[in-house]
């Protein structure tokens, strides 16, 4: 079955950095488009960041341009997810995504804490 595992959350100071991981199993992982989302307290859910199955296309939210890039290695199914000069607002869950076929997945979510 699909499986999305997140790591690599923790707290943080702001303009620190993090490396979010995203391994998964289960599906033809080149062959789809990866997402991040993320969710603060009190918060909808919102799509941080996209990358299309080859990685040639990325888009961001405006909220995090020029600071966080997405990247995968289709060769170890995983896709991965630089956080750069971190803001107390970035604090949420961060939850890898897959759209495949008709089916919705989600990873469990890894905590990200910026705060001094």
């Known amino acids: 079955q699909v499986q999305l595992v997140e790591s690599g959350g923790g707290l943080v100071q702001p303009g620190g950095s993090l490396r979010l991981s995203c391994a998964a199993s289960?599906?033809?992982?080149?062959?789809?488009?990866m997402n991040w989302y993320r969710q603060a307290p009190a918060k909808e859910r919102e799509l941080v960041t996209t990358i299309t199955r080859s990685g040639g296309t990325t888009n961001y939210a405006e909220s995090v341009k020029g600071r966080f890039t997405i990247s995968r290695d289709n060769a170890k199914n995983t896709v991965y997810l630089q956080m750069n000069s971190l803001k107390p607002e970035d604090t949420a869950v961060y939850y890898c995504?897959?759209?495949?076929?008709?089916?919705?997945?989600w990873g469990r979510g890894t905590q990200v804490t910026v705060s001094s």
């Open positions: 289960g599906f033809t992982f080149s062959s789809w488009t």
């Open positions: 995504h897959a759209r495949i076929w008709s089916q919705v997945y």
